[in-house]
Every structure is written in C-alpha cells, then in structure tokens.
T-cell receptor, first 113, second 113 residues
Framework: DQQVKQNSPSLSVQEGRISILNCDYT??????FLWYKKYPAEGPTFLIS?????DKNEDGRFTVFLNKSAKHLSLHIVPSQPGDSAVYFC????????????FGKGTKLSVKP | NAGVTQTPKFRILKIGQSMTLQCAQD?????MYWYRQDPGMGLKLIYY???????DKGEVPNGYNVSRSTTEDFPLRLELAAPSQTSVYFC????????????FGPGTRLTVL
C-alpha cells in the first residue's frame, strides 16, 4: 500500500507559467517532507524540504506548501523554465519509517519553450 | 569531492549469476543507502547502514546482501540474479539522519536475462 502518492505521472507547462506538482500521503505521523529532482541517467538531487511544523517553505523559484489536515503537499515552480524539465519525487519521513525516506512514484514535468 | 560514485554504470547478467554493485562516498557520511527504481515507480529502499559494521534491511531486501566494513564503501551483492532484479540501483548517503539531504550516485542499470 502506497504511503506517498503522486497521482499525476506527467505534467506539461509553458515556459514562464507556474508548475504545480502534487503529493498526498496516508501516514499522519510523517513529520518531514522532501522533493527531489531527477534528470535522465542521473541520480536524484535534493530540491526543497518542509517540516510538519511549517506550512510553507520557499527557496527561490521553488515553494513547497503543506496541508496537514488534508495530508497533502505541493511544489510550486514559478516561473517555470525548460531546464526544470525532469522527474520530481516527493518523499516523506517519520511515522515508523525509522527515519528512512518513503518515495512517491514521481511526476514527469515538461516545460515547453 | 567526487561525492557518491557507483560502478558499473551498466551490466547485463544471466539468471543465476552473481555480482557486486560498488558504492563509495568521500564525504565522511555515516548513513548510506541502497535503493532500486523500477520503471514508472518510486525508489524503494533495499538496505541501509548507519555506520561501519552496522546494516539493516529496508523495504525490499530479498535477494540482496550488503556489508559496510568502512565508512566510505557500501557494496550491494546479488547472489542469484533473477529477472525481477532488473532495475536501476541508486546508492545514497547522508551525514547523520535520513532527514538530512541525501546525496545520490548516478545509478547502475542492471538487466537480468
């Protein structure tokens, strides 16, 4: 049973517009959430994270929002750039995972020029 | 710093063969991880280590073995390769906790025929 769900396998956005990637989780004990970005033939790289005590975290063009009551988080990229085209993984930690990360299946973002 | 390195990049095995996937990090990180990523799926944790001499099972350990004799190296052993082990394997490391940023290697693409 998936504890971290990314229900959109792919997303296509025009350059300059906002990209919104969504992630849902089922374990209410998760207390830390991360987004990783992955280009083809490379390993994932860390993008941004958020603790459960916050509801928003910003880093440049990237903002992560956390809605604990809905068990939902989202990653906003504004403005989107062609170089943002990659697979984005949501991950969660806590709640009996022994501190290890539980990953979603990923969303492939395509930013068109 | 080279970061996390993995060898080989690609490998084709016949059913029943054995091999070792190598992983090394030069960041003096305590925690190291092995993940596998199947097509269209997220990363699943195979084994992890919290320090030299200490290893533990992750979500999908069957068919694999690990050892951690030094801080730097964390090899993954496949004893009797099966087609179900066809996947991309990623090694990662963090300084202290899984909630720290995980640094990933470039991956090893393994095909078992």
């Amino acid at each position: 049973d998936q504890q971290v769900k990314q229900n959109s396998p792919s997303l296509s956005v025009q350059e300059g517009r906002i990209s919104i990637l969504n992630c849902d989780y089922t374990n209410s004990m998760f207390d830390y959430f991360l987004w990783y970005k992955k280009y083809p033939a490379e390993g994932p790289t860390f993008l941004i994270s958020i603790s459960s005590i916050k509801d928003k975290n910003e880093d440049g063009r990237f903002t992560v929002f956390l809605n604990k009551s809905a068990k939902h988080l989202s990653l906003h990229i504004v403005p989107s750039q062609p170089g943002d085209s990659a697979v984005y993984f949501c991950a969660a930690s806590g709640g009996g995972s022994q501190g290890n990360l539980i990953f979603g299946k990923g969303t492939k973002l395509s930013v068109k020029p | 710093n080279a970061g996390v390195t993995q060898t080989p990049k690609f490998r084709i095995l016949k059913i029943g063969q054995s091999m070792t996937l190598q992983c090394a990090q030069d960041m003096n990180h305590n925690y190291m991880y092995w993940y596998r990523q199947d097509p269209g799926m997220g990363l699943k944790l195979i084994y992890y280590s919290v320090g030299a001499g200490i290893t533990d099972k992750g979500e999908v350990p069957n068919g694999y073995n690990v050892s951690r004799s030094t801080t730097e190296d964390f090899p993954l052993r496949l004893e009797l390769a099966a087609p179900s082990q066809t996947s991309v394997y990623f090694c990662a490391s963090t300084p202290y906790l899984a909630t720290d940023t995980q640094y990933f290697g470039p991956g090893t693409r393994l095909t078992v025929l």
